[in-house]
């Protein structure tokens, strides 16, 4: 399985793997739609709804990374820093997402390897 950002493979040039029971989980969810268009009206029962295509709202992905160096995560979070929007692509899914670096969410330290949490935010899941 392999995963792409800006074209680098993740484990090649991070050591990175994603945490596979949420990694995906987080990925493929499709996002909440924006609230539609009501009025509610003082002279009439109930609420009137403006029904038309659901607009998408952005959404926040957070993906969990293994990594087998602080060092690799050291440059892989610098690399999320210089380039706050990144295109992550996934062979799995076959598609690919443009998503906006966030934060490093979480960090634990096994000594022998990292596992740690990025937030991301897909501005347009449309796009």
Known sequence: MAITIDGY????KWTLKPVMDSFYN???KQPDIKERVTNDWSDKNGLEVLIETAKIKSSDITLTFFCNTYAKYKEFCKYLRDHPVIVLYSDYTNESYS???QKC???NDYRDYNIFAVSFRQANFIN
Not at 9 to 12: G, L, P, Q
């Open 99 to 101: 998503i906006e670096f």
């Open 105 to 107: 969410s979480s960090f």
């Open 9 to 12: 493979n993740i484990y090649d």
């Open 26 to 28: 987080s990925l493929m």
